[in-house]
T-cell receptor, first 110, second 115 residues
């Protein structure tokens, strides 16, 4: 399985943008890049995913490097409720299962 | 609202007893569900894939006789921790998707404490 590398932790100020990086240098052509986040004491929730092009939704934006070896999750205006562990995961034809790495713990300061 | 419901949210049991955790897909049929375990300050570890109408597929190192999985209907999968011991204390999370390779919906998790 292709692996991802993320910083263990990041800090942000409330209402400022946050850029969460993810390296996946061994990504294959069929791997999708998924982001999930887990708030304290809850199950993870889907954030966004993409293959090659940048993606936007109501929660965040996903910027994918041209060579696809890295990506960045962008939260445009961080709120205190965005404090969570963010997981960058590669998926391909695994029947839908997700293998989680260590993720990035994001803290947001008021 | 939640599309995957997990019960109970927390359970405390005595060592040696068995505990059953339920995972339901609320507004879609799920032929496949996934069970994860998470220890404090660690990431989620996939335990097994629950397949409706057939045997579950367990990840390497997970004891199938210890963690019994039943997926008897298209909306319900259960995980039974048999003869629980303190080292089984953990946060157990289930997930399901509407279709293969679509995003996963996760339950809210079950905190198991074995005394």
């Amino acid at each position: 399985d292709a692996k991802t590398t993320q910083p263990n932790s990041m800090e942000s100020n409330e209402e400022e943008p946050v850029h969460l990086p993810c390296n996946h240098s061994t990504i294959s052509g069929t791997d999708y890049i998924h982001w999930y986040r887990q708030l304290p004491s809850q199950g993870p929730e889907y954030v966004i995913h993409g293959l090659t092009s940048n993606v936007n939704n109501r929660m965040a934006s996903l910027a994918i490097a041209e060579d696809r070896k890295s990506s960045t999750l962008i939260l445009h205006r961080a709120t205190l409720r965005d404090a969570a562990v963010y997981y960058c995961i590669l998926t391909y034809n695994q029947g839908g299962k997700l293998i989680f790495g260590q993720g990035t713990e994001l803290s947001v300061k008021p | 609202g939640a599309v995957v419901s997990q019960h109970p949210s927390w359970v405390i049991c005595k060592s040696g007893t068995s505990v059953k955790i339920e995972c339901r897909s609320l507004d879609f049929q799920a032929t496949t569900m996934f069970w994860y375990r998470q220890f404090p300050k660690q990431s989620l570890m996939l335990m097994a894939t629950s397949n409706e109408g057939s045997k579950a597929t367990y990840e390497q190192g997970v004891e199938k006789d210890k963690f019994l999985i039943n997926h008897a209907s298209l909306t319900l999968s259960t995980l039974t921790v048999t003869s629980a011991h303190p080292e089984d204390s953990s946060f157990y999370i289930c997930s399901a998707h509407r279709a293969t390779n679509e995003k996963l919906f996760f339950g809210s998790g079950t905190q198991l404490s074995v005394l």
